[in-house]
Structures are given as C-alpha cells and as structure tokens.
C-alpha cells in the first residue's frame, strides 16, 4: 500500500498494465514527452520508451480513430483527451465508429480501446474546463462509462478499463485529482493523504465495472452520486445529520440497478444527481428506472440534484455547482414529502 | 475600368442536364510520360506526379513508360475477370434491388480498376479500409459470391447478421475491414491500424480508399495529419470520379488543383493515376506499398476516374448532370482498356471475352439463386431476432437481457 492521490493511481494503473502487456500503449495532447498537463502520464515515456507513451497532434477525432485502429490490430490503446469539454470533436468517431465495430461486424472485428478524459467543474474552469458531458456517451449503445471518486477506485477501474474486452469511455473528475471536495468553495485543500480511499496497493488490482458501492449507509433517504458529488452528498449528509445512504455508482454504463434498487426499496426515499445540466442528464435515466423498479416502495417523489440548464459559467460557479446545501434542500424535501 | 463588385464564388460544373457533356477543362497528360522515383523519394519532389497523371495504356491501349508494372498475361486476364465479374454483380443486383429483393444498392460502374488492380497489387494480408464503392477488392481476394449476396440480402446466413445496409460489406478472414456509412471515419482508422503494424513489427500495412467528396471531411486531414507525423505504412487512396451524389468535385475543393496535391502539404508522397488504367493503378499501388513497406511512410492516391453509373439505387443522376457525360469521358472504361490492351498482346480475342461475360453472369444468376436459398429480407428466414441484442458488448448486461426479455424472444 501507499498514499496516493488520484493522479498517482491512474499513472500507476498505466504503468502496471504497461508493465505486464506491451500491448498496452498511451497517448494523447501533450500526454507522451510532458506526461500529459495533469501528469497522469508522467514518466510512461522515460520507463516504456517513445512508441508506448506518445504524444498526439490537436485533433481528438484522429486521436479516437487511431486509437480504433490500433485496437483493431490488437493493441490496447488508452488515449488521453485533455478536457472533457474537447472530446466532441472525437464524437462522430466514438458514437458512429468505436461503439458499433463488434457490433455491426456480428464480432469479426473489436475495438477495446480505453478513452481517458478529465471531466467536471468546481475548479473555475469556466465553460470549457468544466463540462460533465457523461450522458452524452451513456445514450451509446456499445460503449462502457465509468467514473471514480477517489484513488483507490480510480486505478482499479482503469485497469478494468484496459481489461475490459469493450471499448470504455474513463471519466476522471479533475476536482478530484489532487484532493477529496466537499463543495465548500473558499475552504483550505483537503490531501488524500489522510483519506482511507487515498491508500492504494502499488500492485495489480481491478475493480469490477458495473458494480456500484454503498458508500455511507442509512436507513431514511438513498442519494445516488458519482464522481465528485459522491463526496459531496456524504458531507452534505454529515452536517445535516441525515441518516442517509449514499451510493458511488462508479460505472454508468451498465450502472448497477440492484444495488441502487436494494437501497432504495429500504429507505423509501430517493435524491439522484449529477454536475451536468439537467434537461436529459443522466440523473434523468437514474431517475426513470428508479421508478419503474421501486415504484411501490417510493413514499416521495425522486429528486434530482444538478447543474442548471445553462453553459457552466465562470464567476458564478458557486451558484452553479450543484453543492452541499442544494443536497441537504433535496434530502429534507423528500423526507417531508 | 469599372470593377465588379467583389461577390462570393460558388462553383459549378461545365454541364447540367440539356448540356453537352463537356470535358474540354481536363488535361490529360499522355500515358507514360510521368517519371517513376525511387520509392525512398522524399514526398515533396513527388510534386509533378501530383499535378500530372501517370497513365501506362496509350491510345493504342499499348503500356508504355516508366510506370508500366510488367505484368503477366494470367495476372492481366484475371484482373480482367475480377473487373468483369464486378460489373455483373452490380448489374444483375441492380436489377434485384428494382425488383424489390433488396432494400439498396450501390454500384461501382466505371471504377472497377481501381479496386481491383488497387487490391491485386497489395498483399493479401494487408489490411483494405475501403468505402463502399470498392466491391471489386472482394472479388479480386476471392470473397464467395453467395456470402456477399446474403449480406446484400440480410438473410440467415448474412454475415453482419441483417445488421447493416446492402454494400456495407465486412470480412475478417479476407482482411477486408468494415465499411461505415459514416464517409472518411476509416482513413484515420487505417493510419492507426498501419502505426500498430509498425510498432508490432510485421510487414503488413494498410491501405484506405474514401471518395473525393469525403475529403472535405475533417477526418481527411486528421489521416494525413497522423499518416505523415508518424510516418505510418499506410496507403490513402482518394478516388475522384468527379460526382458525390449531386455535387462535383468542384465543390470538394478540387479546382486547387488536384486531390493529390493535397497531400505534398503534409510532406506525404502523392501520385495521381488514371483510373480507367489497370496498369497504372496497379503501378501506383505497388510503388506506394512497397514505399510503405520498406519504412519510408504512407502515399495518397488520387484515381482519376468517373461514376457512370447512379450514386445509389436511391439516386437519378439526370436530375444534375448531363445525359451521355460518361460516354464523353476522356478516360474510357476500365474494362475495355485492359481487354484491348490484351487483345493487342495476342493475349485475348472477342470470342473469349463473350464467352467469360456470360460464363461470370450465369455464375452471378446462379449464386443469386443459392443466396436465396437461405432466405431474402422480405421473406425471411433473417438471423433470429434475439440476435440484435448480441454483439453490443461482448457480454450482455441486465440492460439487453431485460429488453430482450420485453421483446419476448
């Protein structure tokens, strides 16, 4: 075990797959020499050598086709878009092309490539620093969403990621890299250092894609999170001395409906969120198949968390980021309801 | 002198229907003048063969020059073939697709030789990203004919499991990479699947084919971009036959000044070939292979060619361009070039290339038949209806099971 904080994890998840298959390639913006602007890619270059850590001209979609061509030819390519916010440029490629070749060639041909992309706000990223585009990749058949909340989950997803026979689409909350958030803006920088889930082993694990985790258990309210609003739904649910259950769904496609389900058919209660602006989020989804699976076990109407139906602003993040106290408000509209 | 008021260009063919055809515009330059470099020739001194046109067939459909790849007879007879059998299936799957037995069809009349001498001049295991308009690098690899019309037919033993539309061809075993509906998404693609070659070490290459109008598309520049920044064993091939559906090659860009040219801006070797030229297509593909091969990186390709045919079974070209501008084309057909030019080596006669016309359509009437046998779209049998839920994943999730299950199969 060591202390790792989130950055660390993803590196020493690419340096453990590279370690062990030299199929096994990263690349992207400035991700190869530099060892990419967040350094989740430092030092791949230096140990595996230039044609296994490189760097990628400015054009997301090449970096997506190449990445379906490499797979194609049985490498396992993991390729970095630096923002979230700069992967649509790939999507033509991510939705018509790398979702769909096992499919539409009935499995003469597979492409299990991994995409990783720094997503989500609350560090003044302004509105193209900031975006949780996740249900735009969640509306494709053919491809895996996983996002983590913190380092441990991170490197045993990213190497699931790399394992996983399907193409994934990897989602890193960059809020999340350096330290745990609790959406209190202005407040010091926390460390993973002192975290529990900032311990992580140097080694080879995995984490199973698919499978959510009861993070904080309670008995009056399930709040469905993930990414950095899993740790602010705990605070949130700590300072107003909720006894709520809080789940880190950690993959969104295929997300984990039974555990997400067993929860809510306990509490009776249910608060879904995301950062994404609200109009067809995926709370929306959450929030649809919520209904259909514990329909007579509901005593409230399900509540969305989330970011307005606007661009991601700049000066008025804080009004913006979907914080603590829109949380509390949620949870004690459903406890009353 | 009083100046035209500066106004914004659109440009437009020389003829629209009720026009003569016109193709004075277009220069040919005469087969066998074009000189052929060294494959190690660095991309920027390939500038005259961007601009020019190597042909190999003259008028008197003799090879001539530096470009002429010396083929056998048997090697020149059974492109021929492959060409002719290629302009059977289109026709006689034409005619299905009127009589309501497929839902689509695209033909690829008048550009037989590029897939085909373009596949024949690769090596087998090299992998083709073709567009939907290179059915002729099937036949020239020995694709069963039954197979492809029971993917053309969405039957039970379609391929691609009644998955994709008619032409969208894939096959694995043959190194024949899907075909998307999406235009230009696989020259990028097969840039990557080239640099994964290289990095594992293997002499295989790729080798991609988009039209003249998907250069317009952005994944154009991102292949070239990625072809020439890693110097990728790749060859990129943009066929020109001067029409994407209704619009002309005009308005892709291609009066500045070729299609070719567009790669020396990325340093990449570029040649531009006619089309209608077996030889030359031939010629050009093994030089750019071989270039690949040997580590000196990828080479666009632009064939200089004309769609005498429709766009698609959805489409009527008399609505746009002239009636008779294929017979006006200053290239010929593919076919008739290659037979003269056999027939001028004492290689084939008449009588013969009568005789292989109706053996190659009774083989395509007779394939049709067995294809048939294991179903058609309307009447079925299709691969069964559980089967759109596999292949999604490699496993499916509670999402599929449970849909799967609402749709009671």
């Not at chain 2, 990479?177 to 994964?196: D, H, K």
């Amino acid at each position: 075990m060591a202390k790792m904080n989130m950055i660390q994890a993803l590196n020493s998840a690419l340096d453990v797959m590279m370690e062990r298959d030299p199929d096994v390639i990263s690349f992207g913006e400035d991700a190869g020499y530099f060892g990419g602007v967040f350094r989740v890619t430092a030092n791949l270059q230096k140990k595996y050598g230039l044609d296994r850590s490189f760097d990628a001209p400015i054009n997301e979609a090449a970096i997506v086709a190449m990445a379906i061509g490499m797979a194609a030819k049985g490498l396992k390519p993991v390729a970095e878009i630096q923002f979230a916010d700069y992967i649509f440029p790939g999507l033509d490629q991510i939705v018509s092309e790398l979702s769909r070749i096992r499919y539409r060639t009935a499995g003469q041909f597979t492409v299990p490539a991994v995409i990783r992309t720094p997503c989500g706000g609350g560090i003044r990223g302004g509105q193209t620093h900031s975006m949780s585009p996740e249900a735009f990749f969640t509306h494709i058949p053919g491809v895996q969403v996983v996002m983590p909340s913190n380092p441990y989950d991170a490197k045993g997803l990213l190497i699931a990621a790399i394992e996983s026979p399907d193409p994934v689409i990897f989602f890193e909350p960059k809020r999340l890299y350096n330290g745990p958030f609790e959406g209190h803006s202005g407040g010091a920088l926390a460390s993973w250092g002192n975290h529990p889930k900032g311990e992580v082993p140097e080694g080879h694990y995995s984490l199973p894609i698919g499978k959510a985790e009861v993070v904080r258990e309670g008995k009056d309210v399930t709040v469905v999170a993930y990414g950095t609003l899993v740790l602010v739904a705990q605070a949130a649910a700590e300072r107003a001395g909720i006894d709520a259950e809080v789940i880190d769904l950690k993959t969104l496609a295929p997300y984990d409906i039974e555990t997400i389900a067993r929860s809510v058919k306990k509490t009776g209660r249910c608060v879904v969120s995301q950062e994404a602006p609200r109009t067809s989020g995926f709370a929306a989804e959450l929030a649809a198949q919520i209904q259909e699976e514990c329909f007579y076990a509901l005593e409230a109407p399900i509540q969305r968390v989330t970011g307005w139906d606007t661009p991601y602003p700049h000066a008025h993040e804080w009004s913006y980021f979907p914080g603590p106290d829109r949380f509390i408000n949620a949870m004690n509209a459903v406890l009353e309801a | 002198m009083a100046q035209d008021a500066p106004r914004f260009h659109v440009p437009a063919p020389h003829a629209r229907p009720g026009d003569t055809p016109d193709f004075s515009h277009i220069e040919v330059q005469p087969a066998g003048e074009a000189k052929r470099p060294d494959v190690a020739v660095p991309g920027m001194e390939t500038r005259d063969l961007a601009l020019g046109l190597i042909g190999v067939l003259d008028h008197n459909h003799q090879a001539v020059g530096e470009w002429d790849p010396k083929l056998d007879a048997d090697v020149l007879r059974e492109g021929l073939k492959h060409m002719m059998l290629t302009r059977a299936y289109d026709d006689r799957m034409l005619k299905l697709q009127r009589q309501g037995k497929m839902s689509f069809y695209m033909k690829s009349t008048g550009e037989e030789a590029i897939a085909v001498a373009g596949a024949m001049a690769l090596d087998k295991g090299d992998m083709v990203f073709p567009s939907y308009r290179q059915q002729g690098m099937l036949f020239a690899r020995g694709r069963d004919i039954v197979e492809m019309m029971c993917h053309c037919i969405s039957n039970s033993r379609d391929n691609l499991k009644g998955r994709q539309l008619p032409v969208h061809y894939t096959w694995a075993e043959g190194n024949f990479f899907s075909i998307s509906g999406n235009l230009a998404t696989q020259f990028p693609q097969a840039v990557g699947y080239a640099m994964a070659c290289r990095y594992k070490g293997e002499s295989q290459i790729a080798a991609s084919w988009i039209g003249e109008g998907s250069t317009a598309e952005g994944d154009f520049h991102g292949a070239l971009v990625l072809a020439s920044t890693y110097k990728a064993p790749v060859v990129l091939n943009v066929v020109n036959n001067q029409w994407a559906i209704s619009t002309f090659q005009g308005i892709a860009a291609g009066d500045a000044p070729t299609f070719a040219a567009k790669g020396l801006g990325y340093g990449l070797a570029s040649l531009r070939v006619d089309g209608n030229d077996f030889l030359a297509v031939y010629a050009a593909t093994q030089w750019a292979a071989e270039r690949a091969r040997k580590g000196h990186g990828a080479t666009v390709i632009e064939s200089f060619t004309y769609r005498a045919d429709a766009h698609s079974t959805s489409d009527d070209p008399s609505g746009y361009r002239p009636k008779g501008e294929g017979e006006a084309w200053p290239l010929g057909d593919p076919i008739a070039r290659l037979k003269n030019h056999l027939i001028g080596l004492g290689e084939w006669d008449e009588e013969r290339h009568v005789a292989l016309e109706k053996e190659l359509n009774e083989l395509v009437i007779a394939s049709y038949k067995e294809a048939e046998s294991y179903g058609t779209l309307h009447d079925g049998p299709l691969s069964p209806v559980e089967s759109i839920f596999e292949d999604v994943y490699a496993e499916q999730d509670w999402r599929l099971r449970r849909q799967r299950q609402d749709l009671g199969v």
